[in-house]
Every structure is written in structure tokens, then in C-alpha cells.
């Protein structure tokens, strides 16, 4: 199997807080995962690519230092969304791949955050 | 232009019917290309991939057209549980690019 899981499934917190989403590959190891952000009625946005052990490689106009990204071992992955305000309010949803040569992403089932 | 457009919908169709989603895209380096569903306030989840040459997974049967740049999926005789968004993704060495999806009714 592959199966992904995400935590919490569901957040509320208020304007300037920060809020740590975890994503864990259960039964396979992870050598990249993948972070997603979906507003409503808009596709999935790539926010950021993370490899273990390194740093993550965020796509163009997400904020490094806003969305930190922890890969510490080859089952989790952590997105903290520093200083969260309403705008960042969204549905984030983390991905895994199994293998580099193997382009299929196996998706958690995401996070839904909503700031107050 | 979007990397990968899609006529967003819905589309609705009766119980029974023969359903068409297409899907262009606009970068020709693009290595594998996938249909995936997903369900209201859900995670998307793989339903298939496509391949030039055409495949067929029970009642769905996805087409890529690489000259054209063109994907398509058919769906025959739809389910009431086939109601839901088609994501048309596209895939190049690291990260996919995901369609904004079509959306699907089926009615009884």
C-alpha cells in the first residue's frame, strides 16, 4: 500500500499564531514530499518541494520564511505557517513519493485551516 | 494561460450516460500525465494515467494526444457515485501541475 496521513485533519486559530501540519508516509519511506495549498474552486498550487535531509525548494511567490518545511526523516514531513493570518486560510495537502524515478504521488488527506 | 486548462463545468448528465472531459496543456517537456477525482472537501485521488497509445480502466478510457497537446477521458454509462471534480494533472522530473478540475453531476 501507500498510504499518507496528515495532522490535524481540521485547525482554527487566530491572526498571528503559528500552526504546525504534520504528513507522514505509514507504511513506505518517503524520499520526497510534497506540500499543496488549494483555495475554493482553484486547483492544487504547489507551495513547496522537500527531500529528506535538505532544504525545501519552494515554488515562485511562496514565502520561505513564512512556510517552514522540516523533513527530518523519510516518513515525516512538517509545514508551520508562521504568524498565520485570514488570508492564509486554506486547505493544505501534503503528498509522497515513493521512489525518485517514479513520478506517482500518493496524497494525505489534507488539512483545512481557518484563521481567525 | 494556465499550464493546464480545463472547462471547469459542471457537467451534468443523467445515470447512464457517456461522459467527455478534455484537458490541454501547455508545456511540450511534460513527461506523464494523469486523471485524478476528487471529491468535495477531499483529498485528490489517482484514477488513472494516460498514455499516447490510449488505456482503458473498466467504463474509463483516457486518450493523450502529444502533437496536440490534448487529453481526454471518457466515462460510459455514469454512476451516481462518479459525481465529482476530474483533475487533469500533468507531470514533468519533480512536481505535477494540476488542472483547476471539471466538475461532474450525475443525476438519477
Known amino acids: 500500500g501507500a498510504v499518507v496521513s496528515q495532522h490535524p485533519s481540521w485547525v482554527i486559530c487566530k491572526s498571528g499564531t503559528s500552526v504546525k501540519i504534520e504528513c507522514r508516509s505509514l507504511?513506505?519511506?518517503?524520499?520526497?514530499m510534497f506540500w499543496y495549498r488549494q483555495f475554493p474552486k482553484q486547483s492544487l498550487m504547489l507551495m513547496a518541494t522537500s527531500n529528506e535531509g535538505s532544504k525545501a525548494t519552494y515554488e515562485q511567490g511562496v514565502e520561505k520564511d513564512k512556510f517552514l518545511i522540516n523533513h527530518a526523516s523519510l516518513t515525516l514531513s512538517t509545514l508551520t505557517v508562521t504568524s498565520a493570518h485570514p488570508e492564509d486560510s486554506s486547505f493544505y495537502i501534503c503528498?509522497?513519493?515513493?521512489?525518485?524515478?517514479?513520478?506517482?504521488?500518493?496524497f494525505g488527506p489534507g488539512t483545512r485551516l481557518t484563521v481567525l | 494561460r494556465k499550464e493546464v486548462e480545463q472547462d471547469p463545468g459542471p457537467f451534468n448528465v443523467p445515470e447512464g450516460a457517456t461522459v467527455a472531459f478534455n484537458c490541454t496543456y501547455s508545456?511540450?517537456?511534460?513527461?506523464?500525465f494523469f486523471w485524478y477525482r476528487q471529491d468535495c472537501r477531499k483529498e485528490p485521488k489517482l484514477l488513472m494515467s494516460?498514455?499516447?497509445s490510449g488505456n482503458e480502466d473498466g467504463r474509463f478510457t483516457a486518450q493523450l494526444n502529444r502533437a496536440s497537446q490534448y487529453i481526454s477521458l471518457l466515462i460510459r454509462d455514469s454512476k451516481l457515485s462518479d459525481s465529482a471534480t476530474y483533475l487533469c494533472?500533468?507531470?514533468?522530473?519533480?512536481?505535477?501541475?494540476f488542472g483547476t478540475g471539471t466538475r461532474l453531476l450525475v443525476s438519477p
Open positions: 507504511d513506505f519511506q518517503a524520499t520526497t
Open positions: 503528498s509522497a513519493r515513493k521512489a525518485p524515478t517514479n513520478n506517482e504521488q500518493f
Open positions: 494516460v498514455y499516447s
Open positions: 494533472v500533468t507531470g514533468g522530473f519533480q512536481k505535477l501541475v
Open positions: 508545456n511540450s517537456a511534460s513527461q506523464s
